[in-house]
């Protein structure tokens, strides 16, 4: 009885074998297949990770020559600053921008410290809000190098603007080239860190070396426009001071 159970199981399990035998041909069509399946996702899966990894390259190299750009502008914004503070004969508050006087310790610009105005077209007048700080603005006035006698009457500090001489014309405008040769340093100071980093870029193997030279030629591009827009702002102001 025993003996029939066991063949009777053994030929079961046979069976059971042959029911789930693939013959040898499908075998090997169906691991092909497979292997092909599983090839082409791998392929699939290489390339969509490449291509992400390029536009993120991409996106980090716009946002270097963005930021380029704003740096530049940003200089720009500085120097219309500083050549408001060349005066050309006629008073105005902004010559005054880049004076700073001692104030408790801190260099503070006197805009800041008091109520500048202009009373008429020759005279420029300065109120402190602290009438303590009145003699340190009179010096910082005499010290900024701008040519003006300051008048403190112990209240309010008046400035005659005089009349230009030749000689004064030639001081300001050679203040001019200087203020616009600061702003050229500054903007090529800027490609110097764009490009830089760009190159670190491609060196890295986040940037093909198309890429790389498109994004230099980008910023060198903003460079020479930024430059040209620097020239044209100190010819304007040259201009100014020349005209009599």
């Known amino acids: 009885m025993k003996l029939s159970t066991a063949l009777f199981a053994a030929t079961a399990v046979c069976t059971s074998v042959s029911a789930f035998t693939v013959p040898k041909g499908n075998v090997l069509q169906r691991s092909s297949a497979i292997q092909h399946l599983l090839s082409s996702s791998s392929s699939r899966y290489q390339r969509s990770s490449s291509t992400t990894a390029l536009q993120m390259s991409q996106e980090e190299m716009d946002l270097i020559t963005m930021d380029a ?111 616009g040769e600061e702003a050229k340093v500054a903007v090529r100071n800027i490609r110097r860190d764009g490009v830089d980093s760009i190159k670190k870029m491609e060196k890295a193997g986040d940037l093909g070396k198309d890429q790389a030279l498109d994004g230099q030629d980008e910023i060198q591009k903003m460079t020479d426009e930024h430059i040209k827009l620097v020239d044209e702002a100190v010819s304007k102001k040259e201009k100014e001071v020349s005209t009599l």
């Open 69 to 179: 750009n704003e740096r530049m502008d940003k200089t720009l914004s500085n120097l219309a600053e500083n050549l408001t503070t060349i005066r050309t004969g006629r008073a105005n508050p902004n010559m005054l921008d880049r004076v700073e006087a001692d104030y408790y310790g801190a260099m503070t610009p006197i805009s800041q410290m008091a109520t500048i105005s202009v009373p008429s077209s020759q005279q420029l007048q300065i109120a402190p809000f602290d009438k303590s700080s009145l003699t340190d603005i009179e010096k910082a006035i005499i010290y900024a190098g701008l040519g003006f006698t300051p008048n403190n009457d112990g209240t309010v500090i008046r400035i005659n603007i005089p009349t230009l001489t030749e000689e004064r014309r030639k001081e300001l405008l050679k203040q001019c080239k200087s203020i």
